[in-house]
């Protein structure tokens, strides 16, 4: 089992950052694949970031360039790094971990609001 919970969520401006993390605790070992997702009221879940099967950190669009995902092995923690927040990033992010039996497991969501 893994148990994921994400902080930093919050309000802020358009144009504005933020930092999003998702600690892990549990079977860390057995975690091969790591994202996080924003789901939108009344959009499906979406994929925004995630690392490659070698650890290369990507994002998707319309993030891309916008948004960082990285790691800290040492505090089984990831981050994604936000900037030039804009309205239509207003979401629920999740933190999402895929462990070598392919369970996937979910934190519970931290609301991210951008609105001026």
């Known amino acids: 089992q893994v148990q994921l919970v994400e902080s930093g969520g919050g309000s802020v401006q358009p144009g504005g950052s933020l930092r999003l993390s998702c600690t892990a605790s549990g079977s860390i070992p057995s975690v091969n694949h790591m994202a996080w997702f924003r789901q939108a009221p009344g959009k499906q879940r979406e994929m925004v970031a995630a690392f490659t099967d070698d650890g290369s950190p990507y994002s998707v669009d319309p993030v891309q360039g916008r948004f960082t995902i990285s790691g800290d092995n040492a505090r089984n923690t990831i981050y994604l790094q936000m900037n030039s927040l804009a309205p239509e990033d207003t979401a629920v992010y999740y933190c999402?971990?895929?462990?070598?039996?392919?369970?996937?497991?979910w934190g519970q969501g931290t609301q991210v609001t951008v609105s001026s």
């Open positions: 999402t971990a895929v462990d070598r039996s392919k369970t996937q497991y």
